[in-house]
């Protein structure tokens, strides 16, 4: 079982609909990422989070850390959002044998117009 | 503001090639810096992390090196490629401080590796 999972793997939604992300993750961590990753393969920081709930434009990240579990949302969806959607977690005690940075497969969001 | 470079953006090169992939950050000193691996239907790997010049740390044992000859630059190396080495390399900053694996990490356009 990966360490890091994300729900979906594939998401296909309409334009204007609210769309949402899942990460659960297995280990203790202190840090989590969200990433963006545009179909030419660039990667964009979109949210580092330790606790609570961060806001950028139509993008909402959530973390609870008693769940371990944390949400991406995405509010009035546009075409220019579809890309892969990866989450990423620090390790909360690093021993550094195995890499620090855990990350998930990513889901693929397809917004269509 | 910083900005950080990948080249080439694309290679395609025979089993047993060498392989040498070039990353520069500008606008900032003494980043942390980072190369990461993402196989076909796979997550991001991290594969190498450096703190300073000539200062390298491995994550994963495989035929891959890196190396960091001045503050900006790294580059990730292999003197002969396997076929498992296609996939695409990300190189990452971030800022320059005592490492912490906390602080968010500003990727680079990535390089497309195909190993035929």
């Known amino acids: 079982k990966n360490e890091v999972e994300q729900s979906p793997q594939n998401l296909t939604a309409q334009e204007g609909e609210f769309i949402t992300i899942n990460c659960s993750y297995s280990v203790g961590i202190s840090a989590l990422h969200w990433l963006q990753q545009h179909p030419g393969g660039g990667i964009v920081s979109l949210f580092m989070l330790s606790s609570g709930k961060k806001k950028h434009g139509r993008l909402i990240a959530t973390i609870n850390i008693q769940e371990k579990h944390s949400s991406l949302h995405i509010t009035a969806s546009h075409p220019r959002d579809s890309a892969v959607y990866i989450c990423?977690?620090?390790?909360?005690?690093?021993?550094?044998?195995?890499?620090?940075?855990?990350f998930g497969k990513g889901t693929k969001l397809s917004v269509k117009p | 503001s910083q900005t950080i470079h990948q080249w080439p953006a694309t290679l395609v090169q025979p089993v047993g090639s060498p392989l040498s992939l070039e990353c520069t950050v500008e606008?900032?000193?003494?980043?942390?810096l980072y190369w990461y691996r993402q196989a076909a239907g796979r997550g991001l790997q991290l594969l190498f992390y450096?703190?300073?010049?000539?200062?390298i740390s491995s994550e994963v044992p495989q035929n891959l090196s890196a190396s960091r000859p001045q503050d900006r630059q790294f580059i990730l190396s292999s003197k002969k490629l396997l076929l498992s080495d296609s996939g695409f390399y990300l190189c990452?900053?971030?800022?320059?401080?005592?490492?912490?694996?906390?602080?968010?990490?500003?990727f680079g356009p990535g390089t497309r590796l195909t190993v035929l």
């Open positions: 990452a900053w971030s800022p320059p401080r005592q490492l912490r694996f906390t602080d968010t990490q500003y």
């Open positions: 990423a977690v620090n390790r909360a005690h690093y021993g550094g044998s195995q890499g620090n940075l855990i």
């Open positions: 450096s703190v300073g010049i000539g200062q």
């Open positions: 606008g900032t000193s003494n980043p942390n």
